[in-house]
Nanobody
């Protein structure tokens, strides 16, 4: 089974940056699609970014486009989410998720999930 571990969350001031990491304990990491999702308190979990292994295409949600970038290092079984110019509305628990098969940005299509890492942005 796929096991995912997120790290890199924390407390930052508005305008600051964080880099989240998602490490997968999976030999076939290069064949997995990796997505980042976030969930603010009392809110629904929403798509943030996803990486397609098959075509090296990265998708980023409109709400974070221009500020967040996703990248992956297959040699390290790790996907990164670089978050710049963080704003208070970015405060949420950020989850790394993985799936095989077709690349999607739909939260319900990802069967494997990490435990999440808290990102808090103060004004």
């Amino acid at each position: 089974q796929v096991q995912l571990v997120e790290s890199g969350g924390g407390l930052v001031q508005a305008g600051g940056s964080l880099r989240l990491s998602c490490e997968a304990s999976e030999r076939a990491f290069s064949k997995l699609h990796i997505g980042w999702f976030r969930q603010a308190p009392t809110e629904e979990r929403e798509f943030v970014a996803a990486s397609s292994w098959s075509r090296d295409i990265n998708d980023v949600a409109d709400s974070v486009k221009g500020r967040f970038t996703i990248s992956r290092d297959n040699a390290k079984n790790t996907v990164y989410l670089q978050m710049n110019n963080l704003q208070p509305e970015d405060t949420a628990v950020y989850y790394c998720a993985a799936k095989g098969g077709m690349h999607t940005t739909v939260v319900t299509s990802y069967p494997y999930w990490g435990q999440g890492t808290q990102v808090t942005v103060s004004s």
